[in-house]
């Protein structure tokens, strides 16, 4: 399968949530080819960060910010992987939607804040032209970031107005704003294998991947 994590929105967890994604399905034993399709260099010094640890398993990464190296390289190489997971730049570019078009699965991490909701019909705008031109693309949006008050009301509201979009479905889970998530991620390792484990962290990936791969 081919996973885009993509938002035209900068900072939504976009990276934080790919390398998560690429890793569990790694510790999972899946063959999986991570890129980075995005100008800036985060996936990549994470994956560097990872290697110099020596980090197991060791995830295949390549870095294709130009569409049409992206375009031309995943239709070459894909097959040869289980999962390919593609992190995109955070603004509207061709990489953007040359990876949306090449994939099964878009995910679209947003943050429970008035502007990222927002933003979404921006996202939701280029999902539905990626459709005309390209059947069977599926769509989630999923809370990253989310609100650890428990008086807060903004995720929930935040989805409700998600939900108004339906170019997108927007998944149960939500990942919270947890330590976990950024110190691991700066290592290039996945909430799974923090030495310290955070037991919410785990759930909320673990119910994320659930929704993104149920059969394996
Ligand atoms: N669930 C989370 N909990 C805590 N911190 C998080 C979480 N998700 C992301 N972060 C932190 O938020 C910041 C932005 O995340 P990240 O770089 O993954 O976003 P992005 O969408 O890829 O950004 P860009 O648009 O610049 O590519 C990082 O410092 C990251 O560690
Ligand atoms: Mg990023």
Redesign the pocket.
């Known amino acids: 399968m081919i996973l885009t994590v993509g938002?035209t929105k900068?900072?939504?967890?976009?990276?934080?949530l790919a390398l998560n994604i690429a890793i569990a399905r790694a510790l999972a034993g899946k063959n999986v080819w991570l890129i980075d399709a995005?100008i800036?260099d985060?996936a990549k010094t994470a994956i560097a960060a990872r290697a110099e640890e020596g980090i197991e398993p060791t995830i295949a990464f390549a870095k294709y910010p130009e569409a049409n190296i992206l375009r031309d390289q995943v239709r070459h190489q894909a097959e040869r992987f289980d999962d390919v997971v593609i992190d995109v730049?955070?603004r509207d570019t061709s990489a953007l939607r040359a990876a949306i078009f090449l994939s099964d699965v878009l995910l679209v991490p947003f943050e429970p804040r008035t502007f990222e909701v927002w933003a979404m019909a921006d996202i939701a705008k280029i999902i539905a032209e990626a459709r005309v031109m390209r059947d069977g693309l599926v769509a989630y949006a999923v809370v990253?970031?989310g609100d650890n008050s428990v008086k807060s009301t903004d995720n929930k509201d935040a989805a409700e107005a998600v939900a108004e979009f339906p170019e997108l479905s927007l998944l149960p889970t939500i990942?919270?704003?947890?330590?976990c998530?950024?110190n691991e991620?700066?290592k290039g390792m996945s909430a799974l294998e923090a030495k310290r484990k955070d037991k919410k962290a785990i759930d909320e990936l673990n119910g994320l991947m659930a929704h993104l791969y149920p059969v394996s």
């Open positions: 938002n900068g900072g939504v967890g976009k990276t934080t995005d800036q985060t730049g955070g990253n970031c990942i919270h704003n947890r330590k998530f950024a991620g700066g």
